[in-house]
C-alpha cells in the first residue's frame, strides 16, 4: 500500500517542491516501520499470547528488505542520477550513508536465508545470523538520526519504540539468565 500510496503521489504532482527528496524519505521511513513492526512480532506474541502473529514475521522481514531496496534505489536514480562518481564520494564520505549502506548489506543475508529450507539447513546458526537484525536496526536508526537537521520529534519517537523493542528482549534474556543460574544453585 505504501508504494502504491507514493506512486499514486508522483502521478497527480503531488509530492512538493523537491519530489526526489519525497520520495527517497517516504520509503526510507516505510522501511524503518516495517523493520520496527518485524521485531514487534516477539514482543506482541509472547505479552498478549497472539501466536499468529508469527506466521507474518517473515512477510514483514521481506517487507523491510523490499522498502530499503525501493530506498536505496531512489537515492541512487533520483538523487544521484546512477552516477558512479557520487555514489563512490557518498558511500566514503558521509557517515548517513555508510551506517544505511552497512545496515542494507546486512540485511541481504537475512533475506536470502528467510526460507524454511534455509532454515533447516543452517538449524542454530540460523537464529544466530538472524539475530544480526538487532544490528540492522541500530544502524538504520543512526541513518535516520543523521540526516535530520531541525525535527528531531520523529526521530525520537522511533529511538523510544526501539529501546521498547530490543529492551523487552534485553529483560528476557537478562531473566532467563538469572533463572538459569538460580535453578543451578538450587540443584546443587
Excluded at 539447513?121 to 543512526?142: C, F, K
Amino acid at each position: 500500500m505504501p508504494l502504491l500510496w507514493i506512486s499514486y503521489q508522483a502521478w497527480t504532482l503531488n509530492l512538493g517542491a523537491d519530489p526526489a527528496e519525497e520520495i527517497t524519505d517516504f520509503t526510507g521511513t516505510w522501511t524503518l516501520r516495517f523493520l520496527w513492526l518485524t521485531l514487534a512480532v516477539t514482543p506482541l506474541r509472547k505479552l498478549f499470547g497472539w501466536s499468529w502473529l508469527i506466521r507474518y514475521r517473515r512477510m514483514l522481514g521481506l517487507y523491510t528488505a523490499f522498502y530499503a531496496l525501493i530506498h536505496l534505489l531512489c537515492f541512487v536514480t533520483f538523487i544521484l542520477g546512477w552516477r558512479l562518481d557520487l555514489l563512490w564520494n557518498e558511500v566514503t564520505e558521509r557517515p548517513y550513508i555508510i551506517v544505511g549502506s552497512l545496515a542494507f548489506l546486512l540485511l541481504l543475508p537475512l533475506v536470502v536465508t528467510s526460507t524454511k529450507k534455509m532454515q533447516r539447513r543452517l538449524g542454530r546458526n540460523w537464529t544466530r545470523l538472524h539475530q544480526s537484525v538487532y544490528l540492522i536496526s541500530l544502524l538504520a536508526l543512526l541513518h535516520f538520526i543523521w540526516q535530520i537537521r531541525s525535527n528531531y520529534l520523529e526521530v525520537l519517537i522511533y529511538g523510544v519504540i526501539l529501546a521498547v523493542l530490543l529492551g523487552y528482549r534485553l529483560y528476557l534474556k537478562l531473566r532467563t539468565t538469572h533463572l538459569l543460574r538460580m535453578s543451578k544453585v538450587h540443584s546443587s
